[in-house]
């Protein structure tokens, strides 16, 4: 069965850190790039973080320096280090999985809230 399985968020005082994992179906992780996207209430979902299968990564403007995404490609898991969270930052966090062509993700994960207070 093909899933993206996340876990880690939560509440944090501003300036604090999370990370997020997304335990992946290896047939989804092994080819495929991940991301981290995020949805703020009433506004669009937007791209975070991507990691290719060779490691290569790009970041939203408003993360760089603070958000590292990587991936462990033996246990299937994509990872997204929070640093100096801010409360702009609230939000649902969502795993995705985009195949090579597209340039949308293909699969998600359900999502997890990460919450930052001031």
């Known amino acids: 069965q093909v899933q993206l399985v996340e876990s880690g968020g939560g509440l944090v005082q501003a300036g604090g850190s999370l990370r997020l994992s997304c335990a992946a179906s290896?047939?989804?992780?092994?080819?495929?790039?991940m991301g981290w996207y995020r949805q703020a209430p009433g506004k669009q979902r937007e791209l975070v973080a991507e990691i290719t299968s060779g490691g290569s990564t790009i970041y939203a403007d408003s993360v760089k320096g603070r958000f590292t995404i990587s991936r462990d490609n033996a246990k299937n898991t994509v990872y997204l280090q929070m640093n100096g969270l801010k409360p702009e930052d609230t939000a649902v966090y969502y795993c995705?999985?985009?195949?090579?062509?597209?340039?949308?993700?293909?699969?998600w994960g359900q999502g997890t809230q990460v919450t930052v207070s001031s």
């Open positions: 290896a047939i989804i992780f092994s080819i495929r790039t």
């Open positions: 995705a999985a985009r195949s090579k062509g597209l340039v949308r993700p293909d699969y």
